[in-house]
């Protein structure tokens, strides 16, 4: 692996990078993968770019994604925001691969609804192992709405075009927020083991005295210890039970801080710092959002 990152700042560069001609767009464009070859030189090569990517191929394309290795197969999209790492991993002769791959730059919608609610599409933040499968069906309608972003790039830029490229590319998100509802659902029994094994791992750190040692455990911590990517790990629990990441670890401290309230007799301060609040009044705060009671209002009401 080499050490640089050549880095894609814009989607000239982009192009500029992987010998393509001048963009017809300045901030979107969509390219054919099967226009695209590259040769052994390239392996090992490092890209981050300043742009969202979504891409589907139908056939092992050779990349690395942050730490993991992922050959692409048939109806499979990976998401990737600005600066997330590809590498390289082997060579690709033209054609050998077929797919397509939508990259655009945060200008594009900035200052649009899309803009401010990008957070929301989490999926860009996944690992590629939790990448969307689709169905036939799926796999035509995204394809369909990216040939609408095309049919688009190629007009002539006017003052209805960033209204009708976010408009469309809104559309093809929001299908693949469905999308993926669909996949949680159709994975329902592993998750729930998933679910019971965050619980775990919060019991664990408890019983351990890693909440004196380091403080509440973080959702990087649990995603990490579950395998998966933090916003994955939240979006799980969320369509599982309601309940973010974020949620389940404030739960998990209210009860053990409800415990020890009422079967102790430490101070509030230490009751605090066994939970692992370095300051009594961020624990106070957070038990009185949760329960509609100070600690004090609460150990004296019970």
Request: proline share 3%.
């Amino acid at each position: 692996m080499r050490d640089e990152i050549i880095r894609q700042k814009s989607i000239h560069q982009l192009h500029e990078q992987m010998g393509m001609g001048k963009p017809t767009h300045p901030l979107i464009t969509i390219i054919d993968v099967s226009k695209l070859a590259y040769g052994e030189e390239r392996i090992g090569l490092r890209f981050a770019a300043d742009m969202y990517c979504i891409a589907l191929k139908d056939a092992s394309c050779g990349l690395d994604y942050g730490r993991n290795h992922y050959d692409f197969n048939e109806g499979v999209l990976i998401f990737t925001g600005p600066q997330q790492v590809l590498s390289v991993k082997k060579a690709q002769k033209l054609n050998e691969v077929k797919g397509w791959m939508l990259y655009f730059h945060p200008d594009l919608i900035r200052n649009t609804a899309l803009g401010s609610q990008m957070e929301k599409y989490s999926f860009f933040s996944y690992e590629v192992f939790e990448a969307l499968h689709l169905s036939d069906q799926e796999q035509k309608t995204v394809t369909q709405c990216v040939d609408m972003i095309q049919s688009e790039i190629k007009e002539r830029i006017d003052n209805h075009s960033q209204q009708v490229l976010v408009s469309n590319l809104e559309l093809l998100l929001n299908y693949c927020v469905r999308y993926y509802e669909r996949q949680f659902n159709t994975r329902t029994a592993r998750n729930k083991d998933m679910i019971s094994k965050v619980e775990s791992l919060l019991r664990d750190y408890y019983t351990t005295g890693k909440l004196v040692e380091l403080g509440p455990p973080s959702i990087a911590y649990l995603a990490e210890k579950c395998h998966l990517s933090a916003n994955y790990l939240s979006d799980l629990l969320k369509k599982e039970t309601g309940r973010t990441a974020k949620d389940h670890i404030n739960d998990f401290l209210i009860n053990k801080a409800k415990n020890l309230l009422l079967s102790s007799t430490d101070t509030i301060s230490g009751i605090a710092y066994t939970l692992g609040f370095n300051y009594p009044h961020y624990f106070s705060r957070l038990f009185k959002s949760k329960t509609g009671l100070t600690p004090q209002e609460y150990r004296q009401s019970n």
